[in-house]
């Protein structure tokens, strides 16, 4: 008899969830049920595949979810993290596994007690950041005081970025995952990170030009600008005494200081409106951020409010997304100016059928043991195969594939919500992934932290 497998939510990053799942479906007797609100969308190979089935499922129609959920073994929720508790109530109510890769939210927390008096494991932040960033850095973690050590340092940056071999444009940046995220990055509160004992903030308007630079080998150099919250893991990881504690986003040098413009000239904010949006060019777009001028161009007005030289790369950035295009128009009514900053980049950032994207993950751990200090600097790089096997869906799609797996094997039984953190979760997902391309690589390198005796403001 099949175990039976809802997917809830076919978007970018499940071609390889699904693709694992149908590949294991005779071996582990599995029948799949995918159930999207737009099922038309999915691939005639899918919709035929002996071992599953499509459905039509809108998550508000909440007769067909608890349908689905009740017929199913286990959930594995891929929606928006808005409406994973729609799904998380019901497999409360007919008591069924839960698995995100989602961040675990304040709602979905609610749910621990429940989820362990029925024995329901609620496993969240299993898919690539948070997931694998999890998993790589508590297995080193770990393995670190297994052997006696105590943690100083904890640094850890994700990017999904562009292929060396697709990368054509100035930006050196495609789109990969969720445009939205990308746009409205940092917004809502300063960035908040512990450094070399002292905390530290840094509001929206200064997140892009506070970055830090660091080499991965044989795909040259990267800078990362820090993540909203550093501090959330503290308590996760065991790194109460550490000095150090900073996560942050990846992307190509030159990125941050060309995205800062953005912020300068207010086309990030998501705050309000903008009158008559439909219909208006891309340039009367850009000229709407700009002082009033009778006789001067909008280019002259942009690169004189931004200090841009015509010979500066910045300006050729600008030209290359098409801002001062009257011929490219904006379909979009009453848009925010994010919303419309997303659609101007969408037409130059979208990944062509046959490009390929790359995720890379940089972890960089401080110790000390016996006295002494170390440093170890770890990187993993996956590159995609195309504009639907991405590198993201992979490190997103995989782990949960293989941790939905892992619970209906009850390799994995410890109930309750949660995140993979424990041995019994990363350790068989890590080694499984191997077999797909995603390794991590570890460097012993010199410790390069500070002298608290030579340092008196840090």
């Given at each position: 008899?099949?175990?039976?497998?809802?997917?809830?939510?076919?978007?970018?990053?499940?071609?390889?969830?699904?693709?694992?799942?149908?590949e294991?479906?005779?071996?582990?007797?599995?029948?799949?049920?995918?159930?999207?609100?737009?099922?038309?969308?999915?691939?005639?190979?899918?919709?035929?595949?002996?071992?599953?089935?499509?459905?039509?499922?809108?998550?508000?129609?909440?007769?067909?979810?608890?349908?689905?959920?009740?017929?199913?073994?286990?959930?594995?929720?891929?929606?928006?993290?808005?409406?994973?508790?729609?799904?998380?109530?019901?497999?409360?109510?007919?008591?069924?596994?839960?698995?995100?890769?989602?961040?675990?939210?304040?709602?979905?927390?609610?749910?621990?007690?429940?989820?362990?008096?029925?024995?329901?494991?609620?496993?969240?932040?299993?898919?690539?950041?948070?997931?694998i960033?999890?998993?790589?850095?508590?297995?080193v973690?770990?393995?670190?005081?297994?052997?006696?050590?105590?943690?100083?340092?904890?640094?850890?940056?994700?990017?999904?970025?562009?292929a060396p071999?697709?990368?054509?444009?100035?930006?050196?940046?495609?789109?990969?995952?969720?445009?939205?995220?990308?746009?409205?990055?940092?917004?809502?509160?300063?960035?908040?990170?512990?450094?070399?004992?002292t905390?530290?903030?840094?509001?929206?308007?200064?997140?892009?030009?506070?970055?830090?630079?660091?080499?991965?080998?044989?795909?040259?150099?990267?800078?990362?600008?820090?993540?909203?919250?550093?501090?959330?893991?503290?308590?996760a990881y065991?790194?109460?005494?550490?000095?150090?504690?900073?996560?942050?986003?990846?992307?190509r040098?030159g990125?941050?200081?060309?995205?800062?413009?953005?912020?300068?000239?207010?086309m990030?904010?998501?705050?309000?409106?903008?009158?008559?949006?439909?219909?208006?060019?891309?340039?009367e777009?850009?000229?709407?951020?700009?002082?009033?001028?009778?006789?001067?161009?909008?280019?002259?007005?942009?690169?004189?409010?931004?200090?841009?030289?015509?010979?500066?790369?910045?300006?050729?950035?600008?030209?290359?997304?098409?801002?001062?295009?009257?011929?490219?128009?904006?379909?979009?009514?009453?848009?925010?100016?994010?919303?419309?900053?997303?659609y101007?980049?969408?037409?130059?950032?979208?990944?062509?059928?046959?490009?390929?994207d790359?995720?890379?993950?940089?972890?960089?751990?401080?110790?000390?043991?016996?006295?002494?200090?170390?440093?170890?600097?770890?990187n993993?790089?996956?590159?995609?195969?195309?504009?639907?096997?991405?590198?993201?869906?992979?490190?997103?799609?995989?782990?949960?594939?293989?941790?939905?797996?892992?619970?209906?094997?009850?390799?994995?039984?410890?109930?309750?919500?949660?995140?993979?953190?424990?041995?019994?979760?990363?350790?068989?997902?890590?080694?499984e992934?191997?077999?797909?391309?995603?390794?991590?690589?570890?460097?012993?390198?010199?410790?390069?932290?500070?002298?608290?005796?030579?340092?008196?403001?840090?």
């Amino acid at each position: 008899m099949s175990r039976k497998i809802l997917v809830v939510g076919a978007g970018k990053s499940t071609s390889y969830l699904i693709d694992y799942f149908l590949e294991k479906s005779e071996s582990e007797k599995l029948h799949l049920t995918i159930g999207d609100i737009n099922p038309d969308a999915i691939p005639e190979h899918i919709v035929n595949h002996t071992n599953c089935s499509v459905i039509p499922l809108d998550i508000f129609d909440t007769e067909n979810r608890q349908i689905a959920i009740e017929q199913s073994d286990i959930v594995v929720s891929m929606l928006p993290a808005r409406m994973h508790m729609e799904v998380a109530r019901d497999c409360i109510t007919f008591e069924k596994h839960l698995v995100t890769a989602s961040y675990v939210s304040k709602e979905i927390k609610t749910l621990d007690t429940e989820a362990k008096k029925k024995g329901l494991v609620f496993m969240n932040e299993i898919g690539l950041d948070p997931g694998i960033d999890h998993m790589s850095a508590m297995q080193v973690i770990d393995r670190i005081r297994d052997q006696g050590g105590q943690m100083i340092l904890f640094e850890s940056f994700t990017g999904g970025l562009v292929a060396p071999e697709s990368d054509d444009n100035l930006w050196n940046y495609k789109f990969t995952w969720n445009p939205r995220n990308v746009v409205v990055a940092g917004q809502g509160g300063a960035a908040k990170f512990l450094q070399e004992g002292t905390y530290k903030y840094i509001p929206y308007h200064k997140l892009f030009r506070r970055t830090e630079f660091f080499e991965i080998e044989g795909y040259g150099r990267f800078e990362g600008y820090a993540n909203r919250d550093s501090l959330d893991y503290r308590e996760a990881y065991g790194l109460h005494d550490v000095l150090t504690l900073y996560r942050g986003t990846m992307r190509r040098v030159g990125f941050s200081k060309a995205w800062n413009m953005f912020i300068e000239l207010g086309m990030t904010d998501d705050s309000y409106t903008i009158e008559n949006s439909k219909g208006m060019s891309f340039r009367e777009f850009t000229n709407s951020f700009l002082p009033y001028s009778p006789t001067d161009s909008v280019e002259l007005k942009l690169r004189h409010y931004l200090k841009i030289e015509q010979d500066d790369i910045m300006w050729e950035k600008f030209l290359e997304l098409n801002l001062f295009d009257s011929n490219k128009i904006i379909p979009l009514e009453q848009g925010t100016p994010a919303q419309i900053l997303q659609y101007i980049l969408e037409d130059s950032w979208t990944l062509k059928e046959n490009e390929k994207d790359m995720v890379v993950m940089y972890h960089k751990f401080g110790y000390e043991l016996s006295g002494k200090t170390f440093q170890i600097d770890a990187n993993m790089v996956v590159i995609g195969e195309n504009r639907t096997h991405t590198a993201m869906a992979k490190t997103v799609g995989l782990p949960v594939a293989i941790a939905t797996l892992a619970i209906l094997n009850r390799k994995i039984t410890t109930p309750g919500v949660q995140i993979p953190i424990k041995k019994e979760v990363y350790e068989p997902i890590l080694e499984e992934l191997k077999a797909y391309g995603v390794i991590f690589k570890e460097y012993d390198v010199p410790y390069l932290g500070y002298n608290p005796e030579s340092v008196y403001d840090k």
